[in-house]
T-cell receptor
């Protein structure tokens, strides 16, 4: 089944404790992206990747890092989480960058205390 | 950067009525305009999209219209049903990014 898988689905952590949210897709998509969803603000792009070893900042990249060492994986790293990073995170992938359909993962709800 | 404004933020309709959600944008280079539906506790999923070489596209009870001159596009849902209750996001491509509106929460009252 074609899908985007992200883990963990739920996480409660404390300020400053590094964490990684994994994202994997099995559709051989070139494009992958991370969004955060906050009430009233829609889906805001954190980082995106157009292919292996090619990443770029979205609209809200502060406090996050990403890597794209393999085509299927695009982990989101929070080096020193802060309470303002409490949010619902979605990973998404698309065949190519730009004008194409995005397939979303199920979401990861992160709480930083 | 590119911005997309979506209205209304909340919409309540009676079952069987129509619902219209409108989005406006500023970057005339955008050429792809998808709409995503997000049911409560679920992930966003594409319901319909339109590209800049067409003005209207229809799929059963949903349709999207695009006015590139005025830089706005709209989602139309006819004969609404309770299962249409969800948050709807418009989006567009801004270069290599997909940029989303803030969302419209649609309530369909039975």
């Amino acid at each position: 089944e074609a899908q985007v898988t992200q883990n963990p689905r739920y996480l409660i952590t404390v300020t400053g404790k590094k964490l990684t949210v994994t994202c994997s897709q099995n559709m051989n998509h070139e494009y992958m992206s991370w969004y955060r969803q906050d009430p009233g603000l829609g889906l805001r792009q954190i980082y995106y990747s157009m292919n292996v070893e090619v990443t770029d900042k979205g609209d809200v990249p502060e406090g996050y890092k990403v890597s794209r060492k393999e085509k299927r994986n695009f982990p989101l790293i929070l080096e020193s989480p802060s309470p303002n990073q409490t949010s619902l995170y979605f990973c998404a992938s698309g065949a190519r960058a730009g004008a194409n359909v995005l397939t979303f993962g199920a979401g990861s709800r992160l709480t930083v205390l | 950067g590119e911005n997309v404004e979506q209205h209304p933020s909340t919409l309540s309709v009676q079952e069987g009525d129509s619902a219209v959600i409108k989005c406006t944008y500023s970057d005339s280079a955008s050429n792809y305009f998808p709409w995503y539906k997000q049911e409560l506790g679920k992930r966003p999923q594409l319901i319909i999209d339109i590209r800049s070489n067409v003005g209207e596209k229809k799929d059963q009870r949903i349709a999207v219209t695009l006015n590139k001159t005025a830089k706005h596009f709209s989602l139309h849902i006819t004969e609404t049903q309770p299962e249409d209750s969800a948050v709807y996001f418009c989006a567009l491509n801004g270069g290599f990014k997909t940029i989303f509106g803030a969302g419209t929460r649609l309530f369909v009252k039975a």
